[in-house]
C-alpha cells in the first residue's frame, strides 16, 4: 500500500474518481495512514508557477502532503543522524496525484514546475505554533543558508 523513499516517509498514490460532474480524490483514510501518524489540522496552500517552498524539516512534526493539483517537484533530504545522506526527487500532481508523510529530521521543499498556479494539501500532526499559537514553531529553515547542502 505504501512505497518508502526514505526510512519514515510513506507514500502512497492516489485515484482520481472521474464522471461527468468533475472528480473525486480521498485525501487520505484512517485505516491507510503509516502506524504513529495522526493529523493535528490540516490547510491548503496555493503556489504560484516557478515558487519554491523550503528547504525546511521539523523537530518533531510529520508532514502529511496531498500534492493533487499543478505539476510540482518534491524534494527530500535525509537529515536524520546515524542515516546515510541521501537526496530523493518526485514528481508529484496532476499527472501523479500522492499523499506522502515527511517525519521529523527530512530535510523537504517542493516547487511549482507547472505553468499555472498549484494546490498542496497539509495535514500535519502538530498544530503550527502550538496550542492556542503560543509556543515556538517547530521549523529549520535551509533556504536562506549560503553554505546549504540542500540546494534545488
Not at 512505497?3 to 480521498?26: A, N, T
Not at 518526485?90 to 521543499?109: K, N, R, S
Amino acid at each position: 500500500m505504501f512505497e518508502q523513499p526514505l526510512p519514515g516517509v510513506y507514500m502512497r498514490k492516489l485515484r482520481r474518481h472521474q464522471d461527468s460532474r468533475g472528480w473525486l480524490i480521498e485525501a487520505f483514510r484512517e485505516d491507510e495512514l503509516p502506524e504513529g501518524f495522526s493529523p493535528a489540522m490540516g490547510y491548503i496552500s496555493v503556489t504560484h508557477p516557478g515558487v519554491a517552498r523550503g528547504p525546511h524539516e521539523h523537530v518533531h512534526q510529520t508532514d502529511g502532503f496531498v500534492f493533487l493539483s499543478g505539476k510540482f517537484r518534491l524534494h527530500l533530504w535525509e537529515n536524520r543522524e546515524g542515516n546515510e545522506q541521501a537526496k530523493i526527487t518526485l514528481e508529484v500532481g496532476d499527472e501523479d496525484p500522492v499523499f506522502i508523510t515527511v517525519p521529523p529530521g527530512v530535510v523537504h521543499a517542493y516547487e511549482n514546475v507547472g505553468d499555472g498556479d498549484a494546490f498542496v494539501l497539509n495535514f500535519p500532526d502538530k498544530l503550527y505554533a502550538g496550542h492556542g499559537r503560543a509556543e515556538p514553531v517547530d521549523e529549520i529553515r535551509h533556504e536562506d543558508d549560503a553554505e546549504t547542502r540542500f540546494v534545488l
